[in-house]
């Protein structure tokens, strides 16, 4: 969905560069999941349970459009 891609290159160019090891493993680890789930979290708002999506998504909430 090019939505999702548009929100989650936001992650990208803010927070890549800066990212530890661990960050940009769940990162990678987010972006596997199902697009459905993804529009769930993404979208609709909706928080990952998981901490490491959790944390990711927090940082892409606060992100401008």
Do not use: C, N
């Amino acid at each position: 969905m090019k939505e999702l891609d548009l929100v989650l290159e936001r992650w990208l160019a803010r927070h890549f560069d800066t990212a530890s090891a661990a960050e940009r493993q769940a990162f990678a680890e987010f972006l596997e999941l199902p697009d459905p789930e993804l529009a769930r979290y993404l979208l609709g708002g909706e928080r990952p349970e998981q901490p490491a999506f959790a944390s990711i998504w927090t940082q892409l909430a606060r992100i401008p459009p």
